[in-house]
């Protein structure tokens, strides 16, 4: 049973900087692709950063510059951390983010996903920017 949990989502004033943390476990996730998505409120839910074992990366042109994702691969590969550091904040990156896994692809792959097409998703964390 695979299980995405994030955290470090909170209130910050714009500007500000967040590290969000995904802890992914119950699989080998050497193969997994991971990704951050965040979804607004009365919006879809969008791309925001990906990474692969491989350490590719993509990036939302929105974010590029601010955010960093990176990934400790775990001696076993049995759970796995995906962070997503955020600096430079603004009101717009106000939406819940959600931790993504999917094997077998692509860092840019999942850079054009939908909803639909990732395997496993986390809980959710929110991220609230103010003004």
């Known amino acids: 049973q695979v299980q995405l949990v994030e955290s470090g989502g909170g209130l910050v004033q714009a500007g500000g900087s967040l590290r969000l943390s995904c802890a992914a476990s119950?699989?080998?996730?050497?193969?997994?692709?991971m990704a951050w998505f965040r979804q607004a409120p009365g919006k879809e839910r969008e791309f925001v950063a990906s990474?692969?074992?491989?350490?590719?990366?993509?990036?939302?042109?929105s974010v590029k510059g601010r955010f960093t994702i990176s990934r400790d691969n775990a001696r076993d590969n049995v759970v796995n951390t995906v962070y997503l550091q955020m600096n430079s904040l603004k009101p717009e990156d106000t939406a819940v983010y959600y931790c993504?896994?999917?094997?077998?692809?692509?860092?840019?792959?999942?850079?054009?996903?939908?909803?639909?097409?990732?395997?496993?998703w986390g809980q959710g964390t929110q991220v609230t920017v103010s003004s």
């Open positions: 119950g699989r080998t996730f050497s193969n997994y692709a």
């Open positions: 990474i692969t074992w491989s350490i590719d990366r993509r990036y939302a042109d």
């Open positions: 993504a896994a999917r094997p077998r692809t692509t860092a840019q792959a999942m850079s054009i996903m939908t909803k639909s097409d990732i395997d496993y």
